[in-house]
């Protein structure tokens, strides 16, 4: 699996975008971009996923750059409880396997300042 | 309510003693996992189970047992062999082959006293 590089951690205003960044230069073509989220003490939460194309849901907005090195996930009004540990994750996508689960790295910590 | 349940939310251990974590889940998903997270740290892979009575293990099985009776069920034992028991456990779920419905349990804490 390809690995990913994010910041430590990231400060944003409430109610202005957040925009948190990753990196994944060696993902190979059939590699998806995951996101999940962790509030402090509680389990992982599933945010947002895509493979080349630009998605958006209830959440949040993935931007993936053309040549897929890098990715930025987009909270577009953000509140204090979005302020967790957010993870970027690249893996092999539902057709090619996925059996063993997911690689939660350190992740970015967002901190939303009222 | 369909969910995953762990239990307890804290839970104690004693030097020399085995102790085992509860993992539930209702969602009908055939895969279940158990990460383990040190503070400040990621999550890292301890065992995972795709179907009733098969498991593997993930990077750090070193000290740790599961089974996989029953499709609902995922329990993870610590076992004394396990120096450093001291962490947050996490229990996940999902449908074989969808991993971004990746679902986790609340997870339990550990302790040495």
């Known amino acids: 699996d390809a690995k990913t590089t994010q910041p430590p951690s990231m400060d944003c205003a409430e109610g202005r975008a957040a925009n948190l960044p990753c990196n994944h230069s060696?993902?190979?073509?059939?590699?998806?971009v995951y996101w999940y989220r962790q509030i402090h003490s509680q389990g992982p939460q599933y945010i947002i996923h895509?493979?080349?194309n630009n998605e958006t849901n209830e959440m949040a907005s993935l931007i993936i750059t053309e040549d897929r090195k890098s990715s930025t996930l987009i909270l577009p009004h953000a509140t204090l409880r979005d302020t967790a540990v957010y993870y970027c994750?690249?893996?092999?996508?539902?057709?090619?396997?996925?059996?063993?689960?997911?690689?939660f790295g350190k992740g970015t910590h967002l901190i939303i300042q009222p | 309510d369909g969910g995953i349940t762990q239990s307890p939310k804290y839970l104690f251990r004693k030097e020399g003693q085995n102790v085992t974590l509860s993992c539930e889940q209702n969602?009908?998903?055939?895969?279940m996992y158990w990460y383990r997270q040190d503070p400040g740290q990621g999550l890292r892979l301890i065992y995972y189970?795709?179907?009733?009575?098969?498991?593997q293990k993930g990077d750090i099985a070193e000290g740790y047992s599961v089974s996989r009776e029953k499709k609902e069920s995922f329990p993870l034992t610590v076992t004394s062999a396990q120096k450093n028991p001291t962490a947050f456990y996490l229990c996940?779920?999902?449908?074989?082959?969808?991993?971004?419905?990746?679902?986790f349990g609340s997870g339990t804490q550990l302790s040495v006293l």
């Open positions: 969602l009908n998903h055939d895969a």
């Open positions: 994750i690249v893996r092999v996508g539902n057709s090619g396997g996925g059996a063993d689960g997911l690689t």
């Open positions: 060696t993902i190979s073509g059939n590699e998806y």
């Open positions: 996940a779920s999902s449908t074989h082959g969808q991993l971004e419905k990746l679902f």
């Open positions: 189970s795709q179907i009733v009575n098969d498991f």
């Open positions: 895509g493979l080349k």
